[in-house]
């Protein structure tokens, strides 16, 4: 039931208008203006409307609203007026100031509630629409109501000149990947809050985009962009996290209104992209260079269709040599866009279009159906082939059924999935790890071969090397081409870790004698680039591979080792550490920190482990667990342990990424201890240590116990004879 606020200083006027609206409404009452606002300050988010004298003592009506009208919550209480006449002076000034209608006196009972009920029905109406208006973290407002308030401002000021500003936190996602998501909207509010002020000061208008993209409308002036956009800048940097925020501003000078503010802010932020990763550069302007290059976006966008459906889209062939012999070992199926019109399209003009807007799964698809025709008719031709790599983009890997896409598509034109490659982008490990490891582990069990793109131009992981199943490390020479201090010695480091992980490398962008000479001292496998061919048309690349002596393949997935078995290192000692981890470089790592005290056996996932331990129980002295595995993760590893009495006792010491939840689920499961990744060889041999001795120590407390309980049934026997 609404709650109204009656004010009279009259005890009659108040006891004849609760009595009217006895039943319709709940009703609270003060007999003076400053009562009034005391009882509004304390209840008013409860109350829906006022009922207002405005002769009063102490505080009269006006004074009443004119207080009101400086509170936000006040301002948007619903009042009448209660007066003596109709149609005076005075109700016109109660009107000015807030008033939302008014009631003449004697009361008649059926006015004042319907225009209560009216002006009630109109607040609530008012406040949805509000609320839908306003961003829903930061209350700021949203893109649409930001969209419509700045296309009012601008026609209602023709003569004012206003500039569009887009505001976004450089690396944003990395504030919640390292502090959490709460941590990344408690910023974003900070940041409102901080743009709504510098607005609030300027007459101009900020909302919410989507993330932590910003839009301002501001007032044109010569120091706005020193006291509004560097102003918060400079906030950004005292804001408590052990991280620098960076602010990109984009300006886009407001000179043709009739485009659309949609237009307006795409210019702008447009403008801001164009920084992004420049140090210490923090606004750019949009200027006929991006207009040029909106417009070709735009034109790529209204044409892909067509251009996909008409086949102008078309597969170019990198060849690929092996660098012992300059022999044909491969190529990289590329995508070139003939446009009618246009001419050659570079792949750097459309690619991050179609990346932008989704299209770039259909263009994948196409080149993959196709690169599948060109095998199969080199197959049936020349009964020869190389292998192709075709590109899987980050928007590829969401899709859960890519693996039987792909499965289906190499077999409806009579292929095995090792005619294909597949080249996965190191960016798409850091955006989703998780997803890219379960979609690219089935891929690799379908038997394709699995390529690791552009690796060493981005933010490379060591821990993606060791949970990815890879094939092939493509290495980027770009690297190197700027010759900084150490980057010859960390390429040569990375070609050794592959080499060691089994792995082999491509060196991409190759194009100098003395490049090859280096790759060759480092034993780099294979290299493509312009030093031995551009991308050519797939015919001539066909032709090519007609007369070629070819190298061996890549990768003989046939012939690598079989997954799905127990590995043994056999010694002079009598107990296993059985070591469980799907990545052979963990297993290695671990087997060398043990093999001077145990045996050592290795299963490459929980499944293997239990059916190894099962047999051979009596063996075993200590389990080093992984946690995150396919068929059997650790968790369901040492689920089923634990329904086995006689598998219960050998000690399970985790060997996982730390993590809160993992670490207390594993200790919940019986896990002795836990060893995080990367390990430390010492605190991993000492754990152990600590963990078979504590075992040790529990075996004697359990026989002591049992000689006792013997001893003790004993004497119950001697005292009964």
């Not at 109700?91 to 004042?112: C, H, M, Q, R, W």
């Not at 990424?657 to 002795?672: F, K, P």
Request: hydrophobic share 40%.
């Amino acid at each position: 039931m609404a709650k109204i606020l009656i004010v009279d200083d009259q005890d009659i006027n108040i006891k004849i208008l609760k009595r009217v609206l006895q039943g319709d409404f709940e009703t609270m009452t003060a007999n003076d203006g400053q009562e009034a606002i005391q009882v509004l300050k304390e209840e008013g988010r409860n109350i829906s409307a006022v009922l207002l004298d405005i002769v009063m003592p102490i505080m009269n009506g006006y004074e009443v609203l004119q207080e009101m009208q400086k509170d936000d919550i006040l301002s948007k209480i619903p009042v009448i007026v209660t007066t003596t006449t109709s149609g005076n002076e005075s109700e016109l000034k109660a009107l000015s100031y807030g008033a939302a209608d008014f009631v003449t006196k004697p009361y008649n009972a059926g006015i004042i509630k319907q225009r209560l009920k009216n002006l009630i029905r109109l607040q609530e109406v008012t406040t949805m629409v509000g609320l839908m208006e306003k961003d829903y973290l930061t209350g700021i407002y949203n893109r649409d109501a930001f969209y419509q308030l700045t296309a009012k401002t601008l026609e209602e000021n023709p003569d004012t000149e206003y500039d569009m500003v887009s505001a976004n936190i450089e690396k944003f996602k990395l504030v919640n990947d390292t502090y959490g998501t709460k941590a990344g909207d408690r910023l974003l509010c900070y940041l409102a809050d901080i743009f709504v002020e510098k607005m609030h000061q300027r007459g101009g208008i900020c909302g919410r985009m989507t993330g932590d993209q910003f839009l301002m409308l501001i007032p044109r002036t010569e120091k706005y962009v020193e006291e509004v956009l560097m102003s918060a800048a400079e906030k950004m940097e005292d804001y408590p996290l052990r991280m620098k925020i960076n602010l990109k501003f984009g300006i886009y000078k407001i000179e043709q209104r009739s485009i659309g503010v949609s237009h307006m802010s795409d210019r702008a932020i447009l403008a801001g992209d164009q920084i992004k990763g420049i140090y210490h550069k923090y606004y750019a302007y949009y200027d006929e260079k991006l207009r040029q290059q909106l417009l070709l976006e735009q034109r790529i966008t209204d044409e892909m269709e067509t251009a996909l459906a008409q086949e102008q889209f078309q597969v170019y062939l990198q060849p690929k040599y092996e660098l012992a012999d300059d022999k044909l070992a491969g190529a990289e199926a590329l995508v070139r866009w003939i446009h009618p019109e246009m001419g050659f399209l570079s792949p750097a003009d459309f690619i991050p279009v179609f990346e932008k807007n989704g299209f770039i799964t259909k263009l994948d698809m196409y080149v993959w159906d196709k690169t599948c025709a060109i095998i199969e008719d080199w197959l049936k031709r020349y009964h020869k082939f190389v292998p192709v790599s075709v590109n899987v983009s980050r928007k590829d890997i969401y899709n859960a059924d890519l693996p039987n896409v792909l499965q289906e598509m190499v077999k409806r034109h009579g292929l095995e999935p090792r005619h294909l490659h597949l080249e996965i982008t190191e960016s798409a490990y850091t955006e989703n790890a998780k997803q890219l490891i379960e979609i690219v582990s089935q891929l690799e069990r379908l038997g394709f071969a699995i390529e690791m793109d552009d690796f060493g131009s981005g933010y490379s992981s060591l821990n993606m090397l060791s949970e990815l199943p890879i094939d092939i490390l493509k290495l980027d020479m770009r690297f190197i081409q700027k010759e900084r201090k150490h980057s010859r010695s960390i390429l040569a480091f990375i070609v050794s870790i592959a080499k060691w992980m089994d792995y082999k490398v491509v060196a991409e962008g190759v194009e100098t004698e003395a490049q090859i000479q280096l790759l060759r001292n480092m034993d780099c496998d294979f290299v493509q680039g312009y030093y031995y061919s551009k991308p050519v048309e797939h015919v001539k690349f066909t032709e090519l591979l007609a007369g070629a002596s070819l190298a061996k393949d890549l990768i003989d997935k046939v012939n690598r080792q079989e997954k799905n078995k127990i590995i043994e290192v056999p010694g002079d000692h009598s107990k296993v550490a059985l070591i469980v981890d799907d990545s052979e470089l963990n297993r290695a790592v671990l087997g060398e920190c043990f093999m001077d005290q145990y045996n050592i056996v290795e299963a490459d996932n929980g499944a293997v482990a239990y059916a190894y331990l099962k047999e051979n129980y009596e063996k075993v002295a200590v389990i080093l667990l992984d946690l995150i595995m396919p068929e059997m993760d650790g968790f369901e590893f040492m689920e089923k342990k634990n329904q086995e009495n006689y598998l219960r006792e050998i000690p399970v010491v985790v060997t996982s990424q730390a993590g809160e939840n993992s670490e207390s689920r594993s200790l919940h499961l019986g896990a002795a201890d836990f060893i995080a990744k990367p390990y430390n060889v010492d605190v991993a041999k000492r754990r152990v240590y600590n963990v078979i001795e504590s075992c040790k120590m529990q075996a004697l407390e359990n026989v002591r116990a049992n000689d006792l309980d013997m001893e003790s049934d004993t004497d119950k026997e001697s005292d009964n004879k």
